[in-house]
C-alpha cells in the first residue's frame, strides 16, 4: 500500500521537484559529512627539524589539531624541554603507504660486509644538499654520512628473505615439538598474513627453488582489535617458549628438553608476572652485590642457595658476599692462578670476549668484568637449577641455550677465551661433537680453560686423546691445593700446517663448501673446521688490545669508510638524541638489546655508559657477527619469527632499527613480535624504536593495547621514531 501510494504521489506535478529537492539535499549533507572527516584526517600536527638523527630536546605538539602550526626550523631548541616521566611529544605523520619494490633476487654472497656495497638510494638524493646540517647543540653533520648507514639498511630490508651464508630459520619439521601449547586464540586480528617459509640447506648455503608469498597489505591492521590474556604455562612467570617444551598430564608432564623447539604458532599470550610481583631492579653496580629475590624466586633455587654458601638469602634480597664463590679460595685466587700457568693470557688485553658454559653465581663473569673482560654466560637449562636469570638479574650478559646436537648461535672463531669452570660435560661423547663445537667458535690461538673436581681416569684418558686429535697444546695441568680443583689451559691452532702432521685423519677436515659460521639450526659436525688462511677471511690475525680494538678495522672487514661513517653515525644519534632527549633515566639501565645490529654501531656508541648490549644479528641478514666480535663486543645470530633464548624480563632496554619493515614478508604473524617484546623486557623497560610511518601508527595502537607509555613520537618525511615504556600491566 505504501509502495502505490508513493507511486500515486510521483504522478502529481509537483512529485518530480520534490524528489529533486530530496537528492540535492542529501548530497549536500554528503559533501559536508565527508569534508568534516577529510578535513580532520588530512590536518596534522607536524614538527619539523633540522635532522631526524637529533630529538635531543623534542618539540611539544599542540592539543588542538585545527590550531596547529609548523614549527620553525630556526626555533631556539632551549625553548623546548621534555619532562622525564609524564611528557609525551606525538607527531602525527603521513601514512601514505609505499608500493612494493621491485625485489632483488641475488645469490648469497660469503663476504661479512655484503650490505656495504649497496649503499644507493637515499644516499643520491641526499647528495642535492650541499650544506650540512647543524644540530641543536652545535654539531654539524653532513647529510651523507648521517644517512648513509640508514639508507643502506633500507636497501636490505627490500631484499626480504635473503639467506646468507646458508643461515635460514628452522623449517616445519623441526618445530614441531612444541604444538600448539600457546597458539590459542587469545588475539583478534583481521589481517590474512602468508608467509610460506623456504627450506634451505644450512651447512652448504643453498637455496631451494620455492617461492615465499609476500604479506597481503601492510605489516599489522590499523582496524584490528586486540584482546590479551596470560599464558597458562607450567613454567608461568619464566616461561621460555622455544626452549621449555610442555608435554603430557598431571605429574608426567615436563617442560625440559635438551634441543631449541617452538610452538607451531607463535605464542600470543603474555608471561605473567611472579605472584609477589615483579619489584624494580636493584641499580647497577649496587646489583653485582644484590638483587631481589622475588623476581628469581623458585623452589629449586631455594634448595641451591641452602647448599651453597655463596649465595646468602637476606631478607628481601638474595646476596654475593665478595668472600665467597663457587672457587674455593675466592675467584680472584683462581682467576691469578690461571694468569701463572699461562702469562700469555692477559684479561683485559688480549683476553676481550670471553664463553663461559654453563651459569653458577657469575662470579667469574663479575670479576673478569672488573678488568674489562665481557663474559658471555652459556645458561643450558639441563640441570636442576638455572642461574642465568640469576645473571641478567645482576646485569651480566648471557643467553639460554640448550648444548646438545646444534651447534650455537655463534659464528666461528670469535671467542679469545672459552670456560667451564667445575665442568661435568662429557666432551668425548658421540665421537667428541661438543669440543669439535667449542673448536668451531674458539678464536685460532684462543684458549680454553677446563677445570673438574672428579678424577675419573677413563674420562681422563678419553679426553686427552680427543684434544690431541683436533691438535689442540695443553699449556699448563695443575691441581690447585686451596680450591681444589684440577684446572686444564689448551691453546687451538693458528695454522692449518699441524692438521697435516696427525698420523690419524680422525677426526677428519671439513669439505669447503662447509660454511662453518652458519649455525641457525644447523647439527654439529663430526670434522674439523680449518683455520682460516685468506686474507679475506676473519680469524687470521688475533684482534688489537682493548679499547683499541672497538675502533680498528682489520684487512677482512671490507669498506672500512662505511664502517667508520656508521660508527660516527650511531655515536651522534646516541649522545644528541638517545642519552639526553628521549626522557631515559639511564642510571636504571644496565641490559640493553640491539634487535638488529648490523656493525655493532650502537653498543660501540655506548661503550662509555655503564651498560652491556647483547646484538642480534638476523639470520637471513648479511652476516655481520663476526665483525661485531672483532670490536671486542658479543651477540648471537637469531630469527624474530621465533622466541629469542632467554628468561622474561631480562632487558631494561630494547633497541629496533626498522626491525618490522626488514621482516614484513617473513613473519606469519609479526605481531607475536611485539608479544615477544613484551616478555624479554622488565616492567619499567624502555623500547626506542625507528621505522616507516606506516608501520609506527598500528604499531603504537598494539602498544597501547598492552597498556605501554607511549612516551615521544617523532616522525621526518617518512621516517619516525618512538619510545615507550612498558608498564606492570597484565591481563
Not at 554 to 571: C, R, S, V
Request: aromatic share 8%.
Amino acid at each position: 500500500m505504501a509502495i502505490a501510494r508513493l507511486a500515486r504521489h510521483a504522478k502529481r506535478p509537483y512529485g518530480l521537484c520534490a524528489k529533486m529537492t530530496a537528492v540535492a539535499i542529501m548530497g549536500l549533507c554528503f559533501i559536508f559529512v565527508w569534508s568534516l572527516f577529510s578535513s580532520s584526517s588530512t590536518t596534522s600536527v607536524t614538527t619539523q627539524r633540522e635532522s631526524f638523527d637529533d630529538i635531543a630536546e623534542p618539540v611539544p605538539a599542540n592539543n588542538g589539531v585545527s590550531n596547529s602550526k609548523t614549527q620553525s626550523k630556526e626555533m631556539e631548541p632551549e625553548k623546548h624541554e621534555l619532562s622525564r616521566e609524564d611528557h609525551k611529544v606525538k607527531v602525527e605523520s603521513d601514512l601514505e603507504s609505499k608500493k612494493d619494490e621491485k625485489r632483488i633476487n641475488g645469490s648469497a654472497s660469503p663476504s661479512v660486509n655484503e650490505h656495504e656495497s649497496r649503499v644507493k638510494g637515499k644516499k643520491e638524493s641526499s647528495n642535492k644538499k650541499d650544506s650540512p646540517r647543524k644540530l641543536p647543540n652545535g654539531v654539524a653533520k653532513d647529510n651523507n654520512s648521517q644517512e648513509e648507514s640508514e639508507s643502506e639498511e633500507l636497501e636490505m630490508e627490500e631484499e626480504e628473505g635473503e639467506v646468507v651464508d646458508g643461515r635460514e630459520e628452522a623449517t616445519d619439521g623441526e618445530n614441531e615439538g612444541n604444538g600448539d601449547v600457546e597458539g590459542e586464540g587469545v588475539l583478534i586480528e583481521t589481517v590474512d598474513h602468508e608467509a610460506a617459509e623456504k627450506v634451505e640447506d644450512q651447512s652448504s648455503g643453498s637455496k631451494s627453488t620455492g617461492k615465499k608469498g609476500k604479506i597481503k597489505g601492510p605489516l599489522f591492521d590499523p582496524k584490528a582489535h586486540y584482546s590479551w590474556r596470560s599464558c597458562s604455562t607450567r613454567s608461568k612467570h619464566n616461561y621460555i617458549p622455544c626452549i621449555d617444551i610442555e608435554s603430557g598430564t598431571g605429574r608426567l608432564q615436563s617442560y625440559r628438553h635438551t634441543e631449541r623447539s617452538c610452538p607451531r604458532t607463535p605464542p600470543m599470550c603474555l608471561v605473567p608476572l611472579p605472584h609477589q610481583s615483579h619489584g624494580f631492579p636493584v641499580r647497577w653496580p649496587e646489583s653485582k652485590l644484590k638483587i631481589l629475590y622475588k623476581n628469581v624466586a623458585h623452589p629449586k633455587l631455594d634448595a641451591f642457595i641452602k647448599k651453597n654458601s655463596w649465595l646468602v638469602q637476606s631478607g628481601e634480597y638474595i646476596t654475593f658476599p665478595r668472600s665467597q664463590s663457587e672457587f674455593k679460595g675466592g675467584v680472584q685466587h683462581y682467576l691469578e692462578s690461571i694468569q701463572e700457568m699461562v702469562p700469555d693470557i692477559e684479561w683485559g688485553k688480549n683476553i676481550r670476549v670471553v664463553l663461559d658454559i654453563g651459569c653458577a653465581d657469575s662470579s667469574f663473569g663479575a670479576s673478569l668484568l672488573d678488568k674489562d673482560v665481557l663474559t658471555l654466560s652459556l645458561g643450558l637449562k639441563d640441570d636442576l637449577v638455572d642461574l642465568a636469570q640469576v645473571a641478567l638479574e645482576r646485569g651480566f650478559p648471557a643467553i639460554v641455550s640448550p648444548f646438545a646436537t646444534r651447534r650455537l648461535p655463534f659464528p666461528s672463531g670469535v671467542f679469545d677465551a672459552i670456560h667451564c669452570g667445575e665442568c661435568g660435560i662429557p666432551w668425548h661423547y658421540h665421537g667428541g661433537k661438543l669440543l669439535l663445537e667449542m673448536n668451531r667458535i674458539l678464536r685460532p690461538g684462543g684458549y680454553c680453560i677446563l677445570s673438574t673436581t672428579h678424577d675419573n681416569v677413563e674420562e681422563e684418558e678419553a679426553m686427552t686423546t680427543l684434544t690431541a686429535s683436533i691438535c689442540w697444546n695443553i699449556l699448563a695441568h695443575k691441581t690447585d691445593e686451596v680450591n681444589e680443583v684440577g684446572v686444564k689451559i689448551y691453546q687451538k691452532p693458528e695454522s692449518n700446517d699441524i692438521y697435516e702432521l696427525r698420523r690419524k685423519k680422525i677426526p677428519p677436515l671439513c669439505k669447503e663448501n662447509e660454511n662453518p659460521d652458519a649455525a641457525w639450526y644447523v647439527p654439529m659436525k663430526s670434522c674439523l673446521d680449518t683455520i682460516p688462511s685468506s686474507i679475506e677471511q676473519h680469524g687470521t690475525d688475533w684482534p688489537e688490545e682493548w679499547p683499541k680494538r672497538l675502533e680498528t678495522y682489520p684487512d677482512w672487514m671490507n669498506n672500512k669508510e662505511k664502517l667508520i661513517d656508521d660508527t660516527n653515525h650511531w655515536k651522534a644519534i646516541v649522545e644528541k638524541s638517545y642519552l639526553t632527549g628521549i626522557g631515559i633515566d639511564w642510571s636504571s639501565i644496565r641490559n640493553i638489546m640491539d634487535m638488529k645490529a648490523i656493525n655493532g654501531g650502537f653498543a660501540a656508541a655506548l661503550s662509555q655508559q655503564k651498560v652491556w648490549v647483547m646484538n642480534v644479528v638476523l639470520v637471513h641478514a648479511p652476516d655481520t657477527l663476526p665483525i661485531i666480535y672483532e670490536r671486542g663486543l658479543v651477540g648471537v645470530y637469531h630469527d624474530w619469527c621465533e622466541s629469542f633464548g632467554t628468561y622474561p624480563r631480562s632487558y631494561d632496554l630494547l633497541h629496533a632499527d626498522h626491525l618490522f619493515s626488514r621482516l614484513k614478508n617473513r613473519c606469519k604473524q609479526p605481531v607475536s613480535i611485539v608479544v615477544e617484546m613484551d616478555r624479554i623486557l622488565r616492567p619499567g623497560g624502555w623500547a626506542i624504536i625507528r621505522e616507516k610511518v606506516e608501520i609506527l601508527y598500528p604499531l603504537e595502537e598494539i602498544l597501547k593495547s598492552l597498556h605501554w607509555e607511549i612516551r615521544m613520537t617523532y616522525s621526518q618525511d617518512k621516517e619516525g621514531i618512538l619510545c615507550a615504556q612498558k608498564a606492570m600491566w597484565r591481563p
